[in-house]
């Protein structure tokens, strides 16, 4: 992933929810409430929404995906989004045991590790998105030289560029054999991680790194010529124009265009810019102008995949663990639908250990999953967005999306967005601050449906964090407690509601997060 706050300064630099009702005909929004009118036309045209936002997340190095809790955790996830690819680091690290020298000092190479890797996920029906890195020691320009992170990455470049390349074929040569070379052509290998930052040890990074990344290419489409690679991989969605112009120049293979952002991540360094850009819009500034640098490019058709994504690089508790992430995961689907074919979500598990092991849960992990396989809210917000249909209707509103299924089923997404309380590592307890937002619905074209299904994260439901703070947010929680944060963090049963002349009236707290589904 992108360093967290201190590594990347380095390189680079309610009662309101219980309130929720659904009344047959539009009343007057409470006093102080921010009201919001929308009508949803269920047979409108629309346009192609397909689920971009959950077909990839991203998760900790390679070798913890041989533990038990990331594949329970990854069990979770794949049941609650049927998310299909995984991202993560260092497949080819020292602890993936992947390069050697014999006695002779010949490089030798061995896979078994990568398979009971790949093995544990394909058994859950989940695929690699292959981050083709870091560096094994006994290949490096510099054996002793690492990256920050709590296991130490070699990122340096290849002391012999061709024991690089023979790596990559015997790996790729290794798969085909193992899995079958159509069940390999539907993964997608990309080169490197954000070689813009110090993730990568070449110098100049760029000429650098865009020789490892020709060589990279030519070698995989020398195994397979439909195999997918891409890159370049960058943090802060940097380095487009200039990458696909070199591509173009040198001739080597591309599939598809892949960058990072965060929510944090600053103007300056991504629009060189002094704008205060918010949390909420920057990730989705960011997609627009890739798509549109890709737009303008020698190659205007090709994907854009986000293969990291989040709302803070950093550790931040009121941010990551909170309720917070339903209104912004749902606002950032509304801003970048359209423009992005596939985001990876970083990470989908608290099984991680780039800062080092984790010493308490709700400590700001970027996870889904909180440490002893406790949902957060973020992931109920993935698993109610999940219900959204594959067809965007029309709607004029920065707070909802109004979707349609291929059985005529409307579902819409409804939320109150409303800032963090707390901006640091340090947790500040409280509930999500501002007035409630009133929405009042007015449905057409849905025949004779009168029923709705509701579902809600806030405050008050979907919240294990809530539950947390009310243990006294203890460093290590007792057996007993974990089993009632575990079940403090499920899904919210849904509410059954009535409608009458196609019209609803619903009130959602601050930081809310609703989904309706209309049959």
Known sequence: MTSPLPLRR???????????ALLGSVHAAPAGNDSVQLQVDAAAKGTPLPHFWENMFGSGRAVLALRDDYRKDLEAVKGATGFTYVRFHGIFDRDMGVAYRDAQGKLQ?????????????????VKPFVELGFMPPEMSTQPDSHHDFWYHPNVMPPKDPAEWDALVRAFLQHEIERYGVEEVRSWYFEVWNEPNLAFWGGKPEKDTYYELYDRTARTVKSVDKQFRIGGPATAQAAWLPDFLKHVKQSGAPIDFVSTHVYGD????????????IPRRDMVCRAVDRSHKEIGASPFPKLPLIYSEYNASYANLPNVTDTVYMGPWMANTIRECAGKVDMMSYWSFSDVFDEQGVVKTPFYGGFGLIAADRIEKPAFNAFAMLHKLGDTQLPLKTESALATRRADGTVVLALWNYTKPLGDTADYTPGVPTGDAKHFDVDLKHLGKATQAMVWRL????GNAVAAFDKMGRPATPSREQITQLREAGKLAAPEQATLQNGRLSIDIPPQGLVVVELH
């Open 265 to 276: 991540d600053t103007a300056d360094n991504v629009f060189k810019t002094n704008e205060n």
């Open 109 to 125: 190479f061995n896979f078994s590790y990568v398979d009971q890797v790949y093995d544990g996920l394909l058994a859950r029906g």
């Open 458 to 461: 806030d405050q008050d439901h």
């Open 10 to 20: 380095l390189a680079l630099r309610t009662c309101a929810a219980a309130c929720l």
